[in-house]
């Protein structure tokens, strides 16, 4: 089983709208860290914005944040009043604490387009 | 430098030649990944590196691929009798940990080595 799924290949948004990129995960470990990295077209990975499993907030980072629903086990970014510069490939990661897979998993990502 | 430094940063090579990667990571960082990126793809993890313990080597996709980190610092990725489904970005990553705390500490890129084997 996929332990990150990203089930938008694409997203066309107008500009200054809101957008959700979704994402969901699989573990059993109570204790993981769920990560988002922006991928613009020069390929440099930028890391957005982090959730903690037992963080009690959703995490917000200026104009990003992230609609963490445990239960449903979900951890969708939110990015409000899109701009043209958030054109890029979007990536949910994951890292589990159990020894042995603390590895950070990658999803298979989410190109967004901003039209003007 | 500051942040992760990659090896050369594109690599031409002949099918069937060996060619090595590398990786500086940031200093003190004990975590250090490899990752795989065709193009317009998403990462696929090849292998990963915490301090002195053994490395995860469940995404090397096969035995042709080995990789090493010496003195917990510089990590070399070896790919032997390159093949043409070798051509791809080889990312590289690095994260800290603090006693022995890592679970929400970013990983830092680098900007990859693109190779490409004819």
């Known amino acids: 089983a996929q332990k990150i799924t990203q089930t938008q290949p694409g997203m066309f948004v107008q500009e200054k709208e809101a957008v959700t990129l979704d994402c969901t995960y699989d573990?059993?470990?109570?204790?993981?860290?769920l990560f988002w990295y922006k991928q613009p077209s020069s390929g440099e990975m930028i890391f957005l914005i982090y959730q903690g499993s037992y963080d009690q907030q959703n995490a917000t980072e200026g104009r990003y944040s992230l609609n963490f629903q445990k239960a449903r086990k979900s951890a969708n970014l939110v990015i409000s009043a899109s701009q043209l510069g958030d054109s890029a490939m979007y990536f949910c990661?994951?890292?589990?604490?159990?020894?042995?897979?603390?590895?950070?998993?990658f999803g298979t990502g989410t190109r967004l387009t901003i039209i003007p | 430098g500051a942040g992760v430094s990659q090896s050369p940063s594109n690599k031409v090579t002949e099918k069937g030649k060996d060619v090595e990667l590398r990786c500086d990571p940031i200093?003190?960082?004990?975590?250090l990944y490899w990752y795989r990126q065709s193009l317009g793809q998403g990462l696929e993890f090849l292998i990963y590196?915490?301090?002195?313990?053994?490395?995860?080597k469940s995404g090397l996709p096969s035995d042709r691929f080995s990789a090493e980190r010496t003195g917990g610092s510089v990590s070399t990725l070896t790919i032997q009798r390159t093949q043409q489904e070798d051509s791809a970005v080889y990312l590289c990553?690095?994260?800290?940990?603090?006693?022995?705390?890592?679970?929400?500490?970013?990983?830092?890129f680098g900007q990859g080595t693109r190779l490409t084997v004819v």
């Open positions: 590196f915490q301090g002195n313990s053994a490395p995860d």
């Open positions: 573990t059993s470990d109570p204790s993981y860290g």
């Open positions: 200093s003190g960082h004990t975590a």
């Open positions: 990553a690095s994260s800290p940990s603090d006693l022995g705390q890592y679970l929400h500490y970013e990983a830092f």
């Open positions: 990661a994951m890292r589990e604490s159990d020894f042995g897979n603390e590895k950070l998993t």
